[in-house]
């Protein structure tokens, strides 16, 4: 199992890559940034990569609607060139409030769309030219929609591989079954390892059916807070916000995946007081009523036995890559988690 880490878009970035090549000795295997409204995570990665040897970097995720696929291609093989074969490309739809507040472009045929995206990545990287004819996306733009003097082009570098690993957050059932079937990785989100398979197994079970097995078996990157010992019952707190923030405030009311998410793990009634109180203001409140049994179970904290036992529930849904978050107070404290969650995994 890999052991990851994702950097977060709220501020501490200097601190964590000082901090980056302690964890790389305790056995960090990937570092991941995400790209929601912050800065972007292009800039952060590139400086990563010059700042670490041996480390997989990954976004975590980039947007599929803030680039062009020839774009999102050009800045993965560019990254995986500055860090020597280390780039891991993520993407995902987002939502209609970032994609059309944010970005001011619709929010339209997630699913097809990162399809497109994906097979136009695998051509650049192969340094074809490009000719894709698809229901989003048409390269060279056709001459009716254009001046017409578009020609197809490859890549003028050669990309340090033809086949980046490409990983896909995705939690409806449609968008997990397309994971399944054309990405290497899947970036599903609060995994609650006692119901994933209820919830996600058709999905996935679909999606592998038409997998192409060059792609190899599918790596579930997992998030997960982690604490061990035997007084971090409080810390169980701190995951609490977060899980409010996405079933709660990441949307609106009827629109909103992860509480959609939320609702199919069987809390209907608790995402419904989750989301009220979150879109009422009242967020301590909505953190307060994220049911225990769902905060423990989409983390690892705990004494030393309890996480060797849900670290292995983790393992039997799947999971083969912990992207955690080491709830330690000082520096050295995170090390030793990431040192021991390493060798609980092993």
Known sequence: MRIGMQLSYSGGFAETVAELADYEKAGLDLVTVPEVYSFDAISQLGFIAARTERLQIAAGILQIYSRTPTLTAMTAAGLDYVSGGRFELGLGASGPQVIEGFHGVPYDAPIGRTREIVEICRQVWRRERVRYDGKHYQIPLPADRGTGLGKPLKIINHPVRDR????????????????????????PIF????????????SLAAGKAKRDASLGELDI????????????????????????????????????FYNDLA???????????????????KKDEAAAAVPDELVRAVSLIGPEGYV???????????????????????????????????????
Request: glycine share 10%; hydrophobic share 40%; aromatic share 6%.
């Open 263 to 281: 609702c199919r793990y069987g809390y209907q009634a608790e995402a419904k007081t989750i989301q009220d109180l979150y879109l009422d203001g």
């Open 308 to 346: 060797r036992e849900h670290l292995a529930e983790f393992a039997e849904a799947g999971a083969s890559t912990l992207k955690i978050t080491p709830l330690g107070a000082t520096h050295d404290d995170r090390v030793r988690i990431v040192e021991r969650i390493r060798e609980l995994a092993a």
């Open 164 to 187: 980046i690993p490409v990983s896909i957050a995705a939690i409806g059932p449609k968008n997990v079954a397309m994971t399944a079937e054309v990405a290497e990785g899947w970036q």
């Open 191 to 202: 995994f609650h390892p006692g119901r994933a398979r209820d919830v996600w197994d058709d």
């Open 221 to 256: 990157q997992v998030p997960v807070a982690v604490a061990i010992g035997e007084n971090t019952e409080p810390l169980l707190d701190s995951v609490r916000p977060t899980l409010a923030l996405y079933i709660g405030g990441m949307g609106a009311r009827g629109k909103n």
